[in-house]
């Protein structure tokens, strides 16, 4: 599910993310490009927003995408 498109630098950059929200993926295999470093640990999403929350979790798109997904969360709630 789209989450947000929005731009990562209102003038330094011209970079335009797209963040999505999925769920019910499987763990694969895979190998990752030589400048490519992945550590892939799952969290429950409750963690990860403390964890946004909290300033352990630094970088924009992260953030970004934790809260709108956190808010539709709520809305879907009632």
Do not use: C, Q
Not at 36 to 45: G, L, Q, S, T, Y
Not at 53 to 70: F, K, N, P, R, W
Request: hydrophobic content about 40%; aromatic content about 6%.
């Amino acid at each position: 599910m789209h989450v947000s498109t929005y731009h990562t630098s209102k003038s330094v950059v011209d970079e335009t993310a797209h963040l999505f929200l999925a769920d019910g993926l499987d763990n694969t295999e895979t190998t990752p490009d030589e400048t490519e470093f992945i550590d892939v640990r799952a969290f429950p999403f409750d963690t990860v927003l403390r964890m946004v929350l909290d300033g352990d979790i630094v970088d924009s798109m992260t953030i970004v995408a934790v809260l709108l997904a956190a808010r539709r969360r709520e809305n879907s709630r009632g």
